[in-house]
C-alpha cells in the first residue's frame, strides 16, 4: 500500500486529507482532527534540502546567494538552534529576499545580509502564518 501512495500527487493527498476531517469532524472525533491533521501536513509540506536548492537555483535575477553553509553561520551567530528543517527555511526565505528585495535594504542604506536576515527570521515566525508557513509558501506559490 505505501508504494501506491507514492504515486499520489500533493493535490490528492490535500484532497483525501480534507475528506478524512470532513469525517472525523462529522463523527465525533474531533480529538484526533489536530493530530492526524499535523502528521499529513508534516509529510505533506516538506521541502528537502536538495528540493530547496532547486527552489533557490530557479530564483531571478540571482539565484543562490546564500549558500546552505553561510545561513548556517548566521544562524549560529545568531543564537538560533536550527535543525535541517529551520536551516532550509531560512535558506530559501533569505535567498528570496535577496532576490526580491535586495533594492530595499540598498536604497535604506542597510547591510544586505543583516536585512535579509531580519525579514526572513519575521517571515518565518510571523504568528499569523502556521507551522507549515515557509514550505506552503514555496510549494504552493512558488513551484
Known amino acids: 500500500m505505501h508504494n501506491k501512495l507514492k504515486k499520489l500527487d ?8 480534507d475528506y478524512i476531517i470532513d469525517d472525523m469532524k462529522t463523527s465525533n472525533m474531533t480529538s484526533y482532527l489536530d493530530k492526524y ?20 537555483r530557479d530564483m531571478k535575477p540571482y539565484g543562490e546567494v546564500y549558500s546552505m553553509d553561510t545561513v548556517r553561520t548566521m544562524l549560529a551567530a545568531n543564537g538560533i538552534d536550527y535543525d535541517e528543517k529551520v536551516c532550509t527555511r531560512y535558506y530559501l526565505t533569505m535567498n528570496m529576499y535577496a532576490n526580491d528585495a535586495r533594492q530595499v535594504a540598498e536604497e535604506n542604506n542597510m547591510p544586505v545580509d543583516k536585512f535579509c536576515f531580519v525579514m526572513a527570521k519575521s517571515f518565518i515566525n510571523d504568528v499569523d502564518g502556521g507551522k507549515h ?11
Do not use: G, P
Open 133 to 143: 508557513k515557509v514550505e506552503k509558501y514555496f510549494m504552493d506559490v512558488v513551484d
Open 37 to 56: 491533521k499535523a502528521m499529513i501536513e508534516d509529510k505533506v509540506y516538506c521541502i528537502t534540502k536538495e528540493h530547496a536548492r532547486e527552489i533557490v
Open 10 to 17: 500533493k493535490e490528492d493527498i490535500i484532497c483525501i486529507m
